[in-house]
């Protein structure tokens, strides 16, 4: 099974306006992280947002929030006022806590959503 | 504070000859990671380094892939023979530990053709 799964291939967003990209994860683990990724065209990964599976409040960096529903186990990230430089494609990723013989700190990614912004 | 380092930027080679990346973490990040990114997917992970030694290289296919973390700090993934099936972006990560709270940063990649 998926453990991320981001449903959504493509987004289109006019310029200013708010986006919502999905992302939905499967873990057994109490203990996770939730991580949104910015990939642009130049490749580089470049970190967004971190969520905590023990975090009660949902987390904002800027432009960004994430909207946390444990019990739905979704993590979709909220891109307010949208802007040109904002295209890009978005990864979501989770690492799942340490689960005795597990090891942590590998990332598992979905499989992305490209958002366009038009002006 | 300077990010990390990869290099080349590009490579293109063909099948059956060997290739070597390089990654250089960001200062005092104890762990790094090597991921492998194929066109239209999200990174997989290679191999793990937690300061020289090896955490995770599960998925890291041992009979042509290999990778080293000298002294802790620059880490070098080589592939030999390469395949068609090769052709990615090469992603090297790292972190100061691997607690599941803790952000991995990554490098521009390096992105591999194999003809």
């Known amino acids: 099974a998926q453990k991320i799964t981001q449903t959504q291939p493509g987004m289109f967003v006019q310029e200013k306006e708010a986006v919502t990209l999905d992302c939905t994860y499967d873990?057994?683990?109490?203990?996770?992280?939730l991580f949104w990724y910015k990939q642009p065209s130049s490749g580089e990964m470049i970190f967004l947002i971190y969520?905590?599976?023990?975090?009660?409040q949902n987390a904002t960096e800027g432009r960004y929030s994430l909207n946390f529903q444990k019990a739905r186990k979704s993590a979709n990230l909220v891109i307010s006022a949208s802007q040109l430089g904002d295209s890009a494609m978005y990864f979501c990723a989770m690492r799942e806590g340490y689960a005795g013989g597990t090891s942590y700190g590998k990332l598992t990614f979905g499989q992305g959503t490209i958002l366009t912004v038009h002006p | 504070e300077a990010g990390v380092a990869q290099s080349p930027r590009y490579k293109i080679i063909e099948k059956r000859q060997s290739v070597a990346f390089w990654c250089n973490p960001i200062?005092?990040?104890?762990?790094l990671y090597w991921y492998q990114q194929i066109l239209g997917q999200g990174p997989k992970l290679l191999i793990q380094f937690q300061n020289n030694g090896v955490v995770d290289d599960s998925q890291l296919p041992k009979d042509r892939f290999s990778a080293e973390r000298l002294k802790g700090v620059d880490s070098t993934l080589k592939i030999q023979p390469a395949k068609l099936e090769d052709s990615a972006v090469y992603l090297c990560?790292?972190?100061?530990?691997?607690?599941?709270?803790?952000?991995?940063?990554f490098g521009p990649g390096t992105r591999l053709t194999v003809l």
């Open positions: 990560a790292s972190s100061l530990a691997a607690t599941d709270t803790d952000t991995q940063y």
């Open positions: 873990t057994s683990d109490q203990s996770y992280g």
């Open positions: 200062s005092g990040h104890a762990t």
């Open positions: 969520q905590g599976s023990y975090d009660e």
